[in-house]
């Protein structure tokens, strides 16, 4: 069984800093494409950062200088470092993975579907005041 439980979330001033966790179990994850996504009413879902198995990374434009991804350990383990937060960065957070190499998809942007990405957790809020 695969699982996903993100931490991490929860409610700070604008200019604040969060450390969002994800830990994945139940899949051989490395060598795997990671990402964060996030969720807001009326936006849908976008995409906010990627790590490939090169520990290549991709950011949105909104969060760039902002946030970094990592890995961490065990393998699964999935960060998300976020610095100078805006009341635009409220949303549900999303970790998920992808089940197969699939290197041309691991990437933040319009043209991505995102359909790689097979296995989602739950979500941690994020909210952010001004």
């Known amino acids: 069984q695969v699982q996903f439980v993100e931490s991490g979330g929860g409610a700070v001033q604008a200019g604040g800093s969060l450390e969002l966790s994800c830990l994945a179990s139940g899949y051989t994850f490395r060598g795997r494409c990671m990402g964060w996504f996030r969720q807001t009413p009326g936006k849908g879902r976008e995409g906010v950062a990627t790590?490939?198995?090169?520990?290549?990374?991709s950011y949105a434009d909104s969060v760039k200088g902002r946030f970094t991804v990592s890995r961490g350990s065990p393998p699964g383990t999935l960060y998300l470092h976020m610095t100078n937060l805006k009341p635009e960065d409220t949303s549900v957070y999303y970790c998920?993975?992808?089940?197969?190499?699939?290197?041309?998809?691991?990437?933040?942007?319009?043209?991505?579907?995102?359909?790689?990405?097979?296995?989602w957790g739950q979500g941690t809020q994020v909210t952010v005041s001004s």
């Open positions: 998920a993975a992808q089940t197969a190499k699939r290197p041309g998809d691991c990437f933040v942007g319009p043209t991505n579907d995102y359909a790689a990405f097979r296995f």
């Open positions: 790590i490939d198995s090169d520990e290549n990374l």
